[in-house]
């Protein structure tokens, strides 16, 4: 929500920028976390990450459009007021801009989110020029662009060499003249993301690149501490809850088998 009450709204993402005031987004998949976190932050993503967070794949690239509306549904539902991006998956948006058009309103239709967010550089201008013309808000994502892993050689850092760079600041500037209304930059040099940001007219959202980025996203789960297995150079946790929950569930299982739960406090008569 902003100071007013009003829902905030992907063009209130401009606003933050030109008054220095830091985006703070995290992804969501369920109206559990929704609801915990909703008004904490300005912008809750329903990332194609779900695919490997939630169903325990080794890519995004096997996420779908139904996917990515059964969550962000559950996720509007537990943060009504929340500006709500979407993330299209693979090879929902990169066939045809008809095609693109047509998932990306799906998404909206469905969701009630406000936004959708696509992966690439100038190859997806027009569709990016598609969508806004629609009245369908795009923000755009650049540097390791998690859909191309396997053409990006692994998830690596992007945009190291000049030649590099000069083409994501190129990229940069054509999706925000075809009118994205935000970039996430991701696994980028911070000297790189910087010129970016001071570059564009439109925010900035940077994950593994460095402090000068308009805002910051991480995966909810990756803040928590509950996925002990991925821990890349930019991640902090915030949180240590694999730990805890580990715990929990050992107490849980105790008191059943010892026969200290349920008690009578938790019994009807």
């Known amino acids: 929500m902003n100071a007013d009450g009003r829902p905030r709204t992907p063009l209130d993402l401009a606003g933050m920028k030109a008054t220095g005031r830091k985006i703070v987004m995290l992804t ?42 059964y969550h962000a549904r559950a996720v509007r539902r537990g943060a009504p ?8 998956p693979f090879l929902s948006y990169q066939v045809s801009v008809e095609d693109a058009i047509r998932n990306a309103g799906h998404v909206l239709m469905e969701t ?59 990229d940069a500037r054509s999706l925000a003249d075809a009118g994205a209304f935000g970039l996430v930059l991701e696994l980028t040099p911070a000297k790189l993301a910087a010129r970016i940001t001071q570059t564009l007219a439109i925010p900035t959202v940077g994950i593994g690149a460095g402090p000068e980025c308009d ?23 915030f949180a240590q809850l694999a730990g805890e929950v580990r715990a929990a569930a050992r107490a849980y299982a105790e008191d059943v088998r010892r026969g200290r739960y349920p008690g009578a406090e938790h019994s009807f008569e």
């Open 28 to 69: 969501c998949y369920d109206a559990t976390f929704a609801r915990l976190i909703g008004a904490e932050v300005d912008v809750l993503l329903v990332g194609d990450s779900v695919n490997q967070v939630v169903a325990g794949r080794e890519t995004t690239l096997g996420a779908t459009v139904e996917q990515l509306v």
């Open 81 to 88: 007021d929340a500006l709500l991006l979407v993330d299209l």
């Open 112 to 170: 009630g989110a406000q936004g959708v967010k696509l992966e690439g550089g100038r190859p997806m201008v027009p569709t990016v020029r598609a969508l806004v013309e629609r009245g369908i808000p795009v923000m755009a994502h650049l540097g390791l662009t998690p859909q191309s892993v396997h053409a990006l050689g692994g998830y690596r850092v992007q945009g190291r060499d000049a030649a590099a760079a000069e083409r994501m600041v190129d």
């Open 215 to 237: 805002g910051q996203v991480l995966v909810l789960h990756d803040m928590l501490g509950l996925n002990e297995t991925f821990s890349p150079k930019f991640l902090k946790r």
